[in-house]
């Protein structure tokens, strides 16, 4: 089977598969819309790493690009990669093929600490559930790829789904990421919401430190579901998540605020959830026809120190970063 096998997002037409498909763009018969890869950007920063100097170009193609041109989408690509690059991220692209374990100097090293705690996590109690299939994934706000890399590098079959093309912030640094792999991921510019994939294929779709971007839960999860595969299973990683639903809101209140005092805006583009309560998780299980199964990663005892530090700061309960293993039950209704 060719994985992925894309679709309009628009009207859900088969487009024709993607790693063997050389043309420049995809044209729906249904709808008349047309679809085109985008350039691979180079920075300054690219050429600066000496990455571009040492390493093959970058194999594969270009990500096909099927995102909605809409004021809200631009503004939040705008506002994201400003706040991105004002915080740091993307200026040591030599660092890249390293994530998720950073030189332990690194500014964000901390961060990292977290992300890579999950990923360990991922890989010891969910990949493993399924032990030497090479497993077709999305990876959803994947980003800069280095989770389809790690994939890749493991045996599976990610493809890298983002709204960014930045070339360091988002999927413009794939290229860099895939040189040395034996075959590339397939990158697609794309809102998770619309995602133009046909029905049921992936084995596994992970939403990559972006469920909380979701502005509904609940539309999200069901497109998600439409292109799982029977059997398949839906991970959520990387997300705040609260007991108390009211300290998720004074959160995301007081990060928007921060952020309007700061830059200028309150990055609220996409009208994003920001966080998710444990009584929602349940709601959409409910709702849904999921199972849900909590797994707590390793974060070690710096992390509980630094989470009771904030809670007596704040004031209020600190986010936990779980991950979410959603067990679709077979009697569910259609997505």
Do not use: K
């Not at 628009?10 to 790693?19: I, W």
């Not at 249904?30 to 690219?46: F, I, L, N």
């Not at 049921?200 to 799982?228: I, K, P």
């Amino acid at each position: 089977m060719i994985w992925p096998q894309l679709a309009c997002p628009d009207c859900r037409t088969r487009l024709g598969p993607s790693e063997v498909d050389a043309r420049p763009e995809l044209r729906c018969e249904a709808c008349g819309r047309v679809y085109r890869r985008t350039p691979r950007p180079v920075s300054e920063a690219d050429s600066a790493s000496g990455l571009l100097a040492t390493d093959p170009a970058p194999p594969g193609p270009s990500a096909w690009d099927f995102r909605p041109t809409t004021p809200r989408i631009q503004r939040f690509l705008s506002e994201y990669e400003a706040v991105r690059a004002a915080e740091g991220r993307g200026r040591d692209v030599a660092m890249l093929r390293d994530l998720p374990w950073p030189d332990p100097g690194h500014p964000l090293a901390w961060e990292w600490y977290i992300r890579a705690a999950s990923f360990d996590c991922l890989v010891e109690q969910v990949l493993s559930l399924d032990p030497g299939i090479g497993l077709r994934v999305l990876d959803l706000g994947a980003g800069q790829a280095w989770l389809s890399r790690r994939l890749a590098l493991l045996g599976h079959r990610p493809v890298a789904v983002d709204l960014s093309s930045h070339p360091t912030l988002g999927l413009g640094a794939a290229g860099l990421l895939q040189a040395d792999l034996p075959a590339p991921f397939p990158t697609l510019l794309a809102d998770f919401d619309r995602l133009p994939l046909a029905d049921h294929q992936a084995d596994l779709v992970v939403y990559n430190a972006s469920f909380h971007y979701s502005s509904d839960y609940g539309d999200s999860l069901r497109e998600a579901l439409r292109v799982l595969a029977p059997g398949g299973r839906i991970v959520i990683m990387d997300s705040p998540v609260y007991r108390d639903a009211a300290a998720g809101a004074a959160m995301r209140s007081g990060r928007r605020s921060d952020y309007l005092s700061r830059y200028g805006f309150a990055s609220d583009a996409l009208d994003s959830r920001e966080f998710l309560a444990v009584t929602e998780i349940h709601e959409l299980g409910r709702q849904l026809g999921l199972t849900w199964t909590w797994i707590s990663p390793r974060h070690g005892r710096s992390w509980r120190w630094h989470r009771l530090r904030r809670r007596l700061a704040t004031g209020r309960e600190s986010a936990d970063f779980p991950l979410l293993l959603a067990h679709p039950s077979s009697d569910r209704a259609p997505a």
